[in-house]
């Protein structure tokens, strides 16, 4: 109990000033709860409002696919320049240190992988991602696809459960062989996505990406797809900046790259510094050649 004689009196209110109501950076997220914001605000940068993720969550569907084989040694030195780590509860577990520091993107729904039928999912227990301190629930969702339904309630029960605890959404758009990559089939799952209480997509990169940015009303955040030479994937990432993307969440044009480390800190030049892919490339190759 704190010492209660001789209180000093209270006397500094500061009546002529008024108190700040700010507002808060993210699109789409100025009605949302504290905890939250906190948790936005850890993934995405509140200077430059924008975010590199590390996504090496492919073994859930994939297994030790190529840059994936020994996550401790490929992935554990890329966390220190990532703002943000996507993965599973298994790598979590396993590889990544507590100690690293970084807000977790966890993978939140699971059920098939690339042998039989993708997207057929269900989510796991909120606990489990409460007990992991998850920043963000990542759940796909596969409009028009077979399992659209599945994946839909998964997002709405992740929403849902994620609301209880102020831990956000991420909507991550599937995209399989029959889907069209398109600007208006990419804005219909983004914005399917987005009105269905997700609180950021994750969508790919197309022609007229702006017309999937501007109609979702959510913060979109860039998958990097298939491996691309390292001046195309700055290109990628550069334009779907300009078009309203707020960030990338890659794996594959990261950890696949030449030299993974020189281009993760290529990918920051491009969405926290605004750098053009040409120079974001010669960083890329001076830090390379460094080594
Ligand atoms: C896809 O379902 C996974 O969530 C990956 O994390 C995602 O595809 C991003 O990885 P990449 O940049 O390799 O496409």
Redesign the pocket.
């Known amino acids: 109990m704190p010492d209660i004689d001789e209180i000093k009196e209270a006397s500094q209110y500061n009546a002529q000033i008024a108190q700040k109501t700010e507002g808060f950076f993210l699109k789409g997220s100025n009605s949302l709860e504290w905890g939250m914001k906190d948790r936005l605000a850890r993934i995405f940068s509140p200077v430059s409002g924008r975010t590199v993720m590390l996504?090496?969550?492919?073994g859930y569907?994939m297994g030790p696919t190529s840059g994936l084989e020994r996550m401790d040694l490929t992935i554990l030195p890329l966390i220190e320049y990532a703002d943000c780590i996507?993965c599973t509860r298994g790598a979590l577990r396993t590889l990544v240190p507590p100690t690293a520091g970084k807000p977790v993107s966890l993978?939140y729904s699971a059920g098939s992988t690339v042998l039989t039928e993708l997207n057929d999912e269900c989510v796991m227990d909120i606990e489990e991602a409460v007990r992991l301190n998850a920043s963000l629930l990542?759940v796909?969702v596969a409009v028009g696809g077979k399992f659209e339904a599945v994946t839909i309630r998964n997002l709405t029960r992740a929403v849902d459960m994620g609301t209880r605890y102020g831990i956000p959404t991420l909507g991550?758009t599937?995209v399989g062989k029959d889907m069209a990559r398109d600007a208006r089939y990419l804005s219909m799952a983004s914005r399917v996505c987005a009105e269905n209480g997700a609180h950021v997509v994750?969508t790919y990169f197309c022609e007229n990406f702006e017309q999937v940015a501007s109609t979702c009303p959510v913060p979109i955040v860039l998958?990097?797809?298939?491996k691309l030479p390292e001046l195309d994937a700055l290109t990628m990432a550069y334009q779907a900046i300009d078009q309203g993307a707020s960030g990338v969440?890659?794996?594959?044009?990261i950890f696949q790259a030449g030299d993974p480390i020189a281009m993760i800190q290529a990918v920051r030049a491009v969405v926290h510094d605004r750098e053009k892919p040409e120079k974001a490339y010669e960083l890329y190759n001076t830090l390379k050649n460094e080594k």
């Open positions: 996504a090496f969550d492919h569907i996507m993978r990542a796909m991550v599937a994750k998958a990097g797809g298939k969440d890659m794996g594959r044009n």
